[in-house]
């Protein structure tokens, strides 16, 4: 493998849009294309002894390699000694990072309101002996329950709550506990929040969401300093096997380059939506971490220097919010966040979420701002008339 060309060397800092478009590029080869295409193999030519980087295909891909420069590169910038391993969803990665750190008998703090699949994986850990403790994330409220643990679990900004919490004050008083810390960091993305930076151990995301931000790749990302916690992933990728393809890597390595030009034109969005939306009758428990006035603002604007593109609100009723979603004609209803192409669903048809029947989660996309924030007061406008 080609040596990589890291985007900035020791003590030098670039613009988070050079270096979303060069992370992890291989060193140039005349005649080779800027970022290799993807590398289908389940086995590599491997005469003698089994010794280097390739082996089999479950293990290591050259694709995965180059991409996981991008992701170190991108959640660390700058920091030699970074281990990023690839995974084939966030729930690969975040299971990963649980079920290689912790063991019967342990005792983990979980967000008591964070992803929707953490209340399985609780299950799962308790059915192996594990102690799961939750408490929400507002207030720092794991604070309460570190006592003992092994493992801090932080989700911040929350989905789909879009509480915050002070990872910094957070992880200070876990590692004083002995415990470890991951991050889950999909809704800010690493260029609006650096969890390593703050002081965890792990940053993990769903790389799903608006890291590579069409809509049409699954990809999970572990990204840590330590090598002995960086190995004891690996290994349990390796056992497991929750292993990314060839092409959707690349496919996600080659969406990271437009991450910062979407994440300002997203978030920007997410911002006039919200700001639009703020004097809206009908609208009750407006969200968007980076409202000056919203709850989690005053910690959002120390730690994070973007606030993701999620904003949440409350309408009426269940009916008034079905009014309202099939009333958008810019906007697809559908699940997950973070794509170029505005979304938004009703979380209460999924139950799980602790929220109200009128819970909207609204993902705002990369369209032009004027267009979008119009559609979306008209389709108020239409379900606010036909409620009448
Ligand atoms: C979507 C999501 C996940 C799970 O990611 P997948 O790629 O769907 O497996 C985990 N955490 C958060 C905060 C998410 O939004």
Redesign the pocket.
Known sequence: MEQAVPVEQAGETRGEGTRAVRAGLPAPVKHEPTLPGPVFAAHYHLPGEPTGAYTYGRDENPTWTHLERALGELEAPGEDGIEALVFA????A?SAVLFSQLRAGDAVVLPDD??Q?LPLVREQLTSFGIEVRTAPTGGDGQLEVLDGARLLWI?SPS?PGLDVCDIRRLTEAAHAGGALVAV?N??ATPLGQRPLALGADFAVA?G??QLTGHGDV???YVVCRDAALAASVRRWRKIVGAVQGPMESWLAHRSLATVELRAERQNANALALAEALRDRPEISALRYPGLPGDPSYPVAARQMRRFGCVVSFTLPSKAYAERFLTSLHLVEEAT??GGVRSTAERRGRWGGDAVPEGFVRFSAGAENTDDLVGDVLRALDTARETAA
Request: glycine share 14%; net charge negative.
């Open positions: 969803s966030g729930m690969a975040i964070g992803y699949a989700e989905n889950d999909t809704l769903s799903t969401k699954l990809l999970g997950s966040f």
